[in-house]
Structures are given as structure tokens and as C-alpha cells.
């Protein structure tokens, strides 16, 4: 077991808390970096989609996991990012340029949903998320003009400085180093006021507003924050799939979404990842597995919502921390082995919040 | 002008008139209690001063400005700052993240650099730090630092609450019962540190509590409330000796 000698403030506040950090983290960064030379194409393309349902997980995450306004709604993010990313490319807007302006437009449109959002919490924010999408759904399906409407969008390969991304591989690392960028811009948040108010919002508004923490504002941000990294994920996502139609992005996709970020740990950046890698890795397993089912079983309609829908119930049962969660209690017990007490983890809820307002 | 003045404060939930036309002066260093049964009125009191609640009539002043209409998160940046009876700490984060929060009014970096996090977000972020440290060794808390709040037993979180209240740096600090559920012991500490808040602070106390032993310890004046109307205004002694407190209390011919 690790105890941590503290002598300076900015122990707190550095990213790396202590020499296991570099190694393990300076090990995970090698790894992902050296992947696309051990594997094929096939499992490079996976991975880049596991990285970018990182992406989006973190942007629902920002939302949901820290300030904890459930979003169902969104994939409509990622279609905003995909779409305004795929048309800008076809005005000849170069890559570098079109992607974060996609992003910006996403956060800006998360923007103008929080405002009047703000004032909603818990399930009728959710609800209202919802509707969110289904309308972004439509706009997709009607103004064909820009999004092509039910025929769909190709989207080009991405041209860098005059040069075009074909390769998978090229693709990865891309998508990885604005995964990571994304990540430690998610933790400068969680380091400072901002990040902090968020939580504060979370797990009590009431105090939150009593120590002059404005509460929508907070949200607001939030949701922009959110709103953009999803964005950026859903540009990503365009090059990905190469071609783009309205149900891409339906509900099915925002369920999965927070899905993952729950399946991960809520409240976490490691949830966010580590839901990703878990879903992102399930559906490739899926595909292979209706090989293999007799086709009764394999060629079911609904067979992948209705695992995620099993997933999900099993993780809120059983282990509502997620695998992240899970994985903090075994390294706990690893850590005091042979003194792990069982019920380390147990929680009573002893003090009820009888005069609780709202 | 008063530091701290109620004037004809009044509020109904439906047909209950919580509180009826409650009028009250506090001077700038004072520690004033309001005591009274439960459902006098107190807390609801403490919901309109923090702008939870908007009042039917009356008005709240704090060093001769009105602030009744004042929204919620703009009180602490006034200068008050509170606790809750039943303890509204951030459950999911440390000790030190809690009080962190407390700073918030303080806080001048813009949140673009706070994404960034800059040099000068570092150095404002020591700073708040510092001055949480105060407050963690002000309150003996330093040995529960790095624990998250669900981990702490219930006296621990009510310390950290009033420290919390004290990273705000407030003026005027209201306290919602701040000896419910601590043991003897517990309840004497807290009657020290709210002297010293007073005397060492310079920070006013206006304070609700039921522990007559710790109003009696702390308290510059007292007042009684019953069913949302002031009964009685003085000393510890003249107000607990009042007939019509031992009424509310006790029952009987007022």
C-alpha cells in the first residue's frame, strides 16, 4: 500500500499523483501508440471506434456524470458535429478548420438547449433531451439541401495539408490525439472552479446555490462543454463511417451513449473510457457472434439493444460504480490484502434529507 | 441602520401562516439565536434570508441595503454565508473539494482559462488553497483531508460544513442547528469555535438552536419564536425565564 508523502499544494492539483501514475499511464499511452503496428485493419478500425465513443462518452459524461443532468438526447450531438463537419467539406472548407467550427456549432446548439433546459432537473430534463433529438432527428430527414435527407451523405476521406487520409492507421492517430487533447482539457475542468461547481450542482443544488454558485450558468457551460465534445466526436464518427443518414443517429445511439458512461463508472473520466473500450469491443463481438448463432437466435431483430438493455439493468443492480468502480474496490483489496474488510464499500444511508427543497 | 435587520417578515404556505410580521435587529459582531419548538417558523426565517423562499411582506436588510429580492446564489457574494440543519455537504467529493467550493465567490479566472489552466489558474488555485488550509487547521479537520464525505461520521460533517460556510469569508454567517446530533463533547466544541468565529473572526453569527446549554454559552441576545410570531427578545436567561416561552414550551396558561 502507497502512502503519499504531501509537502507541497500542487501535489493536489498535478495530474500524475505519484511515480504509478507515469508508469502506468506512460505504459497505457505506449500501448495505444504502438497498436496500429501489431494489428490489421480490421482491429485498427475498432479500435478507432472505440476512441471515439471515448470521445462522445466523455462529452455525455461532462453532462451527465459530473454535473448530473441525464441526457437521452445526445446522439443529436453527434449528428450536428457529423453533418456540419460532412457539409462544410463539401464547401471546401479544409479539415483542420471545418472540424472545430462542427464542434462549436455543437456546443453552441447545447447552449441554446441548456438555457431553457436549465431550469428543468431530473427526469423532466431528460425527457426534454429527448425530445431534442427526435427533432434534430427530423431537421436531418428534411433539409435535405445540407444533409441529403433520407439518401444519406457520403463523406470524403479526410484531406490533411493536401494529403489524403486513407489508411486506418493514419486515421487512429488522428482521432487519438484529439482524444487525449479532449481528455486533459476534461480534466483541467475537473481541477478548477468550474469542474468543482459541477459537481457541487450534482450532489446538491441547494447548497451549490447558497455558497453563490449560479447554478444554470453552470449548466450551461456544461452542456456547451458537453455539447461540443460530442460534436467533435460525431465529426470524427463521419470520416469513420464514410457514409451518413438520419438513422445514425437515432435513439438507439444516445441510449448506448449513456449506456457506457454508466457501464463505466459514472463520474469518472475512466468510466467514460473504460465504457467505451467495453461497448465498442461488445458490439465487434456481437457481429462475430451471429456467425455463429444458429440464425434463429443471430438474425433476431433488436438482439443489440436488447444486451445493452440487459447490460445496463445488471450494472445498475449489481455494480452501480461500473467497471471503474469495481476496479477501485479490487485495487483496494489488492492494496490491504490480507486486510480487506468486506464491507469496505458498504454504505448506510444513514441521514435523511427530510427538508430537502424542490 | 442596523448590520442585520428583519422588518415585518412574513410568509404562508397555503393556509399556514408560518411566519406572521417577525421584526428583529442583530448588531456586527453579535452572536443572536432564535430558539422556539419546532415548526416556529425558524428555519423558513433562514430559507428567506438565503432567498430560497421569497416572503409574502417584509423586508431583509444587511448593512442598510435591501436584499429580499436578492437571488439566491448573489447572498454569499453579499456576505452571508449558511449551514444546513440536515447537512448539505457534496457527498461524492473530499473534505477538501467541499471547502474548495466554498471559495467560489472568489473566484475571478475566466472559464476559458480555467480549461487551459494557465499558470495564473494555478496560482489562484494555491491561493484558495491556502486560505482552505486556514480553515482546515482552524477547525482541527486536517486529519480527515483526502476522505470523501460519505466516509465521515456525522459530527465530522457538521465541522466541515461550518468550514465551508467559513472558506466564503462571509460577514453575517447563519447556522441551522449546529449542535443537532452532536454528542456533549462534540456540543462544547462547537460553543468554543463559534466564539472564536465571533471573537477571532470578526464574523456576526445569527444561529437557530435547540442545546440550551450552548445557547447559553455563546449567545449575546436570544429571541423566542412560536407558531411564526416573536414571544420573547433579550438575554439567554430573560427569554428561557419568559412566561410565555415556558408556555410554548411546556404548555399550559401563558
Known sequence: MRVLFKTDYNQDIKFAKHSGYVFWYGLLLA?????????????????????????????????TGFTGQVSLGHAAFMAIGA?????????????????????????????????????????????ASLAFAIVVEDVVIHWEGVTGGNRGMAVDPPMLFGYEIFEAWEYYYIVLVLLIMSIILVLNVLRSPLGRSMLAVRDSEISA????IRVARTKVLAFLISAALTGLAGGLFAHFIQFLSPETFGILLSIQLLLMIVVGGLGTVHGAIYGA????????????????????IGNQPGLEPGLFGVIL???IIFEPEGVYGRWLKFRTFLENFPFYRRNTFKRQRSYLKTERMR | MSFFEIENLSLSFGGVKAVDGVNFA??????????????????????????FYAPDEGHIRFKGEDITEARADAIARIGIARTFQNIELFEHSTLLQNLLIGREIHNRVPVLRQLIFDPGVRRAELEHRRKVEDVIDFLELAHYRDERIANLPYGVRKKIELGRALCVEPELLLLDEPASGLNPEETEDMGFWIDDIK??????????????????????RVLAL?????????????????????????????
Open chain 2, 199 to 220: 471573537n477571532d473572526l470578526g464574523i456576526s453569527v445569527l444561529m437557530i438552536e435547540h442545546d440550551m446549554s450552548l445557547v447559553n454559552e455563546v449567545s449575546d
Open chain 1, 31 to 63: 500501448g495505444v501508440f504502438l497498436a496500429p503496428m501489431a494489428l490489421d485493419t480490421y482491429w485498427i478500425n475498432e479500435l478507432t471506434r472505440v476512441l471515439i465513443y471515448a470521445l462522445a462518452g466523455l462529452g455525455l459524461m461532462v453532462v
Open chain 1, 83 to 127: 453533418y456540419t463537419h460532412a457539409f462544410l467539406l463539401t464547401q471546401g472548407v479544409p479539415f483542420f478548420v471545418s472540424l472545430p467550427i462542427a464542434a462549436l456549432t455543437s456546443g453552441v446548439v447545447g447552449l441554446l438547449i441548456a438555457i431553457p433546459a436549465s431550469r428543468m432537473t431530473g427526469l423532466y430534463l431528460t425527457i
Open chain 2, 26 to 51: 442583530m448588531e456586527k459582531g453579535e452572536v443572536f439565536t432564535i430558539v422556539g419548538p419546532n415548526g416556529a417558523g425558524k428555519s423558513t426565517i433562514f430559507n428567506m434570508i438565503s432567498s
Open chain 2, 226 to 254: 412560536n407558531n411564526g410570531c416573536v414571544i420573547a427578545e433579550g438575554s439567554a436567561q430573560e427569554v428561557q425565564n419568559h412566561p410565555d416561552v415556558v408556555a410554548a414550551y411546556l404548555g399550559g396558561a401563558a
Open chain 1, 277 to 296: 473500450v467495453l461497448i465498442g469491443f461488445l458490439e465487434a463481438t456481437i457481429s462475430i457472434m451471429k456467425d455463429w448463432l444458429p440464425p434463429a
Open chain 1, 313 to 315: 439493468v445488471l450494472f
Open chain 1, 209 to 212: 446555490e447558497s455558497l453563490g
